[in-house]
């Protein structure tokens, strides 16, 4: 385009120049002399010149637009100062799946011969935020071909990872009818070490294929793992509240969360850390129970929530439902997604949170049991029921609706020996006197 319009500037140029020889009289012979120009034949020759010169400048500003339209801008380089630092622009939102900084955290579904793992299952993928930051391990105890195939129909959207001994496990005679429990043990055992060893996950959740999650669960999950890594005074995180039921918990509290002595299971979440100290001495059967011990837990707390972010469904199993009729089928599963993640959960720290709690127990009045059950209750303020041995503690519990049994002599969701509920929707803390010293494992 620049050429033809050079071009066109030139042979225009040339057109003139002949028209301008050409015109009569303007080129006299030399046997004739040159005649004066008359002022007014002067006057329009400038003039056709200029209106000429002009439409030449037309052309040119035409082609000039033209070529910039077609011709691609190369990019401008920055100057120096842009160079040395980058300007700042408005970070766009990240999608869950974009973030590579949050931490990933598997969980880890232990599956035996229940075709209703589908029921855990649909929830957990339901609720989950981010496939990438929480991958869905399954792993399959029994061999059972029907529970097999329901796990593989989820495809790639969960890890389907097998328990390659099936064999009955050699045990005691007395303990031939607790068969299931060291089958149990013996799959926590390799399922873990597959999450830990194998994959070198940092940290994982544990769920049975009994369970249902709540909408928060991942939420809440994500929440207290900084937790664990900072306070090496905790030890797990569980999204189980053992006395849980619905009326002894304030679902408009949802958000509350407590240190508590008591290991909870039903969806808990553990580090590699903790892993490494327990793989070695994992025991043969009844590994929960085995947790609570004093040697195991080593004076370390759990979190756990006000309202349960799990409830089981599992009537059936090893377990032949002791406690499901009395009290699990009646826990309330939390329905209000809580942004956890927004929040300061540093007063779960124990520097921060022992003393606040203990002084919030210890400035309750105390009450008694039949001043507690008066229609209507004179107060709406928190109050303190102290027992002072293992019988008292277990008929309050029994009398408030709690489960009273005891493990290495800690109360399910006790700190301290102290356990929160609410009672005709008032808070009730049940505790020892204040000056407990510690739990006394003969109470189990």
């Given at each position: 385009l620049a050429l033809l319009g050079a071009g066109l500037f030139l042979a225009w140029n040339g057109l003139l120049l002949l028209f301008l020889w050409g015109r009569p009289g303007s080129a006299p012979s030399p046997a004739q002399p040159r005649p004066r120009l008359l002022p007014a034949q002067l006057l329009q020759l400038a003039q056709d010149a200029e209106n000429e010169l002009r439409l030449q400048r037309e052309l040119l500003l035409q082609?000039?637009?033209?070529?910039?339209?077609?011709?691609?801008?190369k990019p401008q380089k920055p100057p120096l100062k842009s160079l040395q630092k980058p300007p700042q622009k408005t970070p766009r939102p990240r999608r869950e799946d974009e973030d590579e900084e949050s931490p990933v955290i598997p969980v880890l579904v232990l599956a035996c011969d229940r075709s209703s793992v589908r029921r855990c299952l649909d929830k957990i993928l339901r609720y989950r935020p981010s496939a990438r930051r929480f991958p869905v391990i399954v792993s399959q105890d029994c061999g059972?071909?029907?529970t097999a195939a329901v796990i593989a129909s989820y495809g790639a959207a969960v890890a389907h990872i097998r328990q390659p001994e099936l064999a009955d496990v050699p045990v005691p005679p007395e303990h031939r009818k607790f068969q299931g429990y060291y089958k149990i043990s013996r799959?926590?055992?390799?399922?873990?070490g597959q999450v830990f060893r194998t994959f070198r996950y940092r940290a994982a959740i544990v769920?049975?294929?009994?369970?249902?999650?709540?909408?928060?669960?991942?939420?809440?999950?994500?929440?207290?793992?900084?937790?664990?890594e900072e306070d090496r005074s905790l030890w797990c995180a569980s999204a189980w509240?053992?006395?849980?039921?619905?009326?002894?918990?304030?679902?408009?509290?949802?958000?509350?969360?407590?240190?508590?002595d008591f290991f909870p299971g039903l969806g808990w979440l553990l580090l590699a850390e903790l892993w490494d100290e327990l793989e070695p001495k994992w025991p043969p059967a009844f590994w929960d129970d085995w947790m609570r011990q004093p040697e195991q837990r080593r004076g370390r707390a759990c979190v756990r929530p006000e309202v349960s972010r799990t409830m089981t469904f599992g009537r059936k199993g090893v377990s032949h439902g002791q406690f499901y009729d009395q009290y699990l089928k009646f826990i309330k599963l939390n329905d209000r997604f809580v942004p956890f993640t927004q929040m300061d959960l540093s007063y779960l720290k124990k520097e921060l949170y022992e003393p606040s709690f203990l002084r919030q127990v210890y400035s309750a009045p105390e009450t008694h049991l039949e001043e507690l059950q008066k229609d209507p209750?004179?107060?709406?303020g928190p109050v303190r029921l102290q027992y002072r041995g293992r019988d008292s503690f277990k008929a309050l519990a029994k009398a408030l609706g709690l489960m009273d049994d005891l493990k290495s002599g800690v109360p399910r969701a006790g700190y301290r020996g102290v356990v929160s509920l609410v009672c005709r929707g008032r808070r009730v803390?049940?505790?020892?006197?204040?000056?407990?010293t510690g739990y006394d494992p003969s109470w189990s």
């Amino acid at each position: 385009l620049a050429l033809l319009g050079a071009g066109l500037f030139l042979a225009w140029n040339g057109l003139l120049l002949l028209f301008l020889w050409g015109r009569p009289g303007s080129a006299p012979s030399p046997a004739q002399p040159r005649p004066r120009l008359l002022p007014a034949q002067l006057l329009q020759l400038a003039q056709d010149a200029e209106n000429e010169l002009r439409l030449q400048r037309e052309l040119l500003l035409q082609i000039q637009r033209l070529q910039r339209q077609k011709t691609p801008k190369k990019p401008q380089k920055p100057p120096l100062k842009s160079l040395q630092k980058p300007p700042q622009k408005t970070p766009r939102p990240r999608r869950e799946d974009e973030d590579e900084e949050s931490p990933v955290i598997p969980v880890l579904v232990l599956a035996c011969d229940r075709s209703s793992v589908r029921r855990c299952l649909d929830k957990i993928l339901r609720y989950r935020p981010s496939a990438r930051r929480f991958p869905v391990i399954v792993s399959q105890d029994c061999g059972h071909a029907e529970t097999a195939a329901v796990i593989a129909s989820y495809g790639a959207a969960v890890a389907h990872i097998r328990q390659p001994e099936l064999a009955d496990v050699p045990v005691p005679p007395e303990h031939r009818k607790f068969q299931g429990y060291y089958k149990i043990s013996r799959h926590y055992r390799w399922a873990l070490g597959q999450v830990f060893r194998t994959f070198r996950y940092r940290a994982a959740i544990v769920v049975e294929d009994d369970l249902e999650v709540a909408p928060d669960f991942f939420e809440y999950f994500q929440a207290v793992l900084p937790l664990l890594e900072e306070d090496r005074s905790l030890w797990c995180a569980s999204a189980w509240n053992d006395n849980g039921k619905e009326g002894l918990v304030d679902p408009a509290k949802a958000e509350l969360l407590y240190r508590t002595d008591f290991f909870p299971g039903l969806g808990w979440l553990l580090l590699a850390e903790l892993w490494d100290e327990l793989e070695p001495k994992w025991p043969p059967a009844f590994w929960d129970d085995w947790m609570r011990q004093p040697e195991q837990r080593r004076g370390r707390a759990c979190v756990r929530p006000e309202v349960s972010r799990t409830m089981t469904f599992g009537r059936k199993g090893v377990s032949h439902g002791q406690f499901y009729d009395q009290y699990l089928k009646f826990i309330k599963l939390n329905d209000r997604f809580v942004p956890f993640t927004q929040m300061d959960l540093s007063y779960l720290k124990k520097e921060l949170y022992e003393p606040s709690f203990l002084r919030q127990v210890y400035s309750a009045p105390e009450t008694h049991l039949e001043e507690l059950q008066k229609d209507p209750p004179g107060d709406s303020g928190p109050v303190r029921l102290q027992y002072r041995g293992r019988d008292s503690f277990k008929a309050l519990a029994k009398a408030l609706g709690l489960m009273d049994d005891l493990k290495s002599g800690v109360p399910r969701a006790g700190y301290r020996g102290v356990v929160s509920l609410v009672c005709r929707g008032r808070r009730v803390f049940l505790a020892p006197p204040s000056d407990w010293t510690g739990y006394d494992p003969s109470w189990s």
